[in-house]
């Protein structure tokens, strides 16, 4: 895929091959930031650490080491599929450093939750990685992006019952706008929502080609100056449809409550002394994060342990485009 840069940034949905298959170790996804997040987390030996996004076990695999002998690593994840492929890449790992490990299928905004049925209070490190797993995106069958034509699903817990395809066929017209405006943060998402009001009055709309057509017919073809000359792929515009299909995203996972919920609960999940880090990939997601980092950091007894976000190096963003986008921020709870 192309890669389709956001009002705030790279929406990981729309972004470019994550590497060759040597590149990604047959995973399917390449970890982001893989160096600074463990320089953040500093894991230990014999430490309890909280990853909120296994994944496919890409970040798994390098801190796991890091925790043994004696230590513990808990994972989540929404998909199932990634959930039996985490456990299985990762459990030799896990033997091998004599380190204690469980994956759940859970949001992490239920970190609370499944933390207490393994009888654990609180933790010495939590991860959260907001992007998607490569897999997920590369998959047309899951509807997260629409360089192909697939359902238009989105949802990235197989098992939940609200797709793409229900919200853009059963909302209003004013909640679709508002929806696309919010999330996506597209102007022009009231001429957008009247368009497919007016499609589903025909026929229902099914397919990411479908309605990624249907937001284009919205945008005012671009026009040039008499006389100007064509730019060579300076000032490339986004597909018009990036911020719909975002908007549409995260409203079917409900991602930012979710992320709210983490943020709220972090205060009680992390041990004196422990760390958090938190990649996020777009601007509603980092706001949140460096405005909750701040006030725990007044407030709650922490100390943020990055002023400015990490972002990735040249070498890293030309070897996986996804972490063009990616923003670290982390805190530590003060012993």
């Known amino acids: 895929m192309d ?19 040597t590149e990604t170790d047959n995973t399917g996804h390449l970890p982001v930031l893989p160096a600074p997040v463990i320089e953040l987390l500093d894991p230990q030996p014999g430490q309890v650490l909280l990853d909120c996004t296994a994944g496919r076990g890409g970040h798994g695999a390098l ?12 994972g989540l994840d929404m998909d199932p599929g990634n959930v039996a492929y985490s456990r299985d890449r990762l459990a030799p790992i896990a033997k091998e450093a004599g380190v204690g490990m469980e994956i759940m299928h859970a949001n992490f905004r239920d970190a609370r939750g499944v933390l207490g049925t393994l009888g654990i209070d609180a933790v010495d490190g939590v991860l959260a990685d907001l992007g998607f797993a490569s897999n997920q995106v590369d998959d047309p069958a ?10 238009l699903d989105m949802r990235l ?27 996506g943060e597209e102007r022009l998402s009231r001429r957008i929502a009247r368009k497919i009001v007016e499609q589903r009055q025909r026929e229902p709309i099914t397919t990411t080609s479908g309605l990624a057509e249907l937001v284009r017919r919205a945008y005012p073809r671009p026009t040039r100056p008499k006389g100007s000359k064509k730019s060579r792929g300076r000032g490339k515009r986004i597909d018009p449809a990036t911020r719909t299909f975002m908007a549409l995203r995260i409203a079917v996972n ?18 004196p002394g422990g760390r ?11 706001r949140r994060v460096k405005r909750a980092f701040a006030s ?5 007894g922490f100390t943020v342990l990055t002023r400015k976000p990490v972002t990735a190096g040249d070498d890293e963003a030309q070897q996986n485009p996804r972490s063009r986008s990616a923003k670290l921020r982390g805190i530590q709870r003060l012993a």
């Open 276 to 286: 958090a880090a938190i990649i996020s990939f777009h601007s509603l997601e980092d």
């Open 157 to 183: 817990d197989t098992g939940a019952t609200v797709t793409a395809e229900r919200l853009v066929n059963t909302l209003p017209e004013g909640e679709l706008a508002d929806l696309i405006y919010e999330y």
């Open 63 to 74: 801190l796991i080491p890091r925790l043994g002998p004696g230590g513990r690593y808990i």
């Open 296 to 300: 725990l950091g007044q407030d709650a």
């Open 142 to 151: 899951r509807g997260l992006a629409f360089s192909e034509d697939g359902p």
């Open 3 to 21: 890669t389709q840069e956001t009002p705030n940034g790279n929406d990981p949905a729309q972004d470019g091959p994550s590497g060759s298959p």
């Open 254 to 271: 409900d991602e930012l409550g979710a992320l709210d919920g983490l943020l709220a609960e972090l205060p009680g999940l992390v041990n």
